[in-house]
Antibody
Framework: EVQLVASGGGFLQPGRSLRLSCTGYGFTFGDYPMTWVRQAPGKGLEWLGFIRTKAYGGTTEYAASVKGRFTISRDDSKSIAYLQMSSLKIEDTAVYYCSRGSGDYWGQGTLVTVSS | EIVLTQSPATLSLSPGERATLSCRASQSVSRYLAWYQQKPGQAPRLLIY???NRAPGIPARFSGSGSGTDFTLTISSLEPEDFAVYYCQQRSNWPRTFGQGTKLEIK
């Protein structure tokens, strides 16, 4: 059974950094690109970024709102995709989801709360 | 960045009725448009990809149509479990973008 498990969320102050993980189970992780999406409380979905497979260079794409602050990477040996977030702002408070590239499977989300 | 505008923001219907949700893109996305359903406290669920292809396991009452800038998600006969928020997403250009969502509520 395909499953994605997002982890690493928490409560932290503005300006701090945090790394989220998305672990894949039940499929060959390295064969799929991965996507990160977030949802602020009571708001809609915001696409954050994408990482291609190693076969396509493992390159990344980002939303303008997070480019330069957020970095997506992957470790296919561990079946994990990462979202490294730096200089966090209060407006980064959201549930962060990972999904398999085409959006067919999603993790359950992990909550990040940024507050002073 | 491509802006997706969904309408209406809220749609109030009864079970058994037909629902028609709209998504308009600020520029052509060809047929690279997907639809998602999201229920409270859950992750989004892929319903439709490439404008009209149902994802595996999605009931036949869900259908998608359109190309270019205008797209429609139709639910032919609403079941109680269909009341949720629906999002469109374009997969034509980077960055990928979502519409703001349509809330389908029970009348």
């Amino acid at each position: 059974e395909v499953q994605l498990v997002a982890s690493g969320g928490g409560f932290l102050q503005p300006g701090r950094s945090l790394r989220l993980s998305c672990t894949g189970y039940g499929f060959t992780f390295g064969d799929y690109p991965m996507t990160w999406v977030r949802q602020a409380p009571g708001k809609g979905l915001e696409w954050l970024g994408f990482i291609r497979t190693k076969a396509y260079g493992g390159t990344t794409e980002y939303a303008a709102s997070v480019k330069g602050r957020f970095t997506i990477s992957r470790d296919d040996s561990k079946s994990i995709a990462y979202l490294q977030m730096s200089s966090l702002k209060i407006e980064d408070t959201a549930v962060y989801y990972c999904s398999r590239g085409s959006g067919d499977y999603w993790g359950q989300g992990t909550l990040v709360t940024v507050s002073s | 960045e491509i802006v997706l505008t969904q309408s209406p923001a809220t749609l109030s219907l009864s079970p058994g009725e037909r629902a028609t949700l709209s998504c308009r893109a600020s520029q052509s996305v060809s047929r690279y448009l997907a639809w998602y359903q999201q229920k409270p406290g859950q992750a989004p669920r892929l319903l439709i990809y490439d404008a009209s292809n149902r994802a595996p396991g999605i009931p036949a009452r869900f259908s998608g149509s359109g190309s270019g800038t205008d797209f429609t998600l139709t639910i032919s006969s609403l079941e109680p479990e269909d009341f949720a928020v629906y999002y469109c997403q374009q997969r034509s250009n980077w960055p990928r973008t979502f519409g703001q969502g349509t809330k389908l509520e029970i009348k």
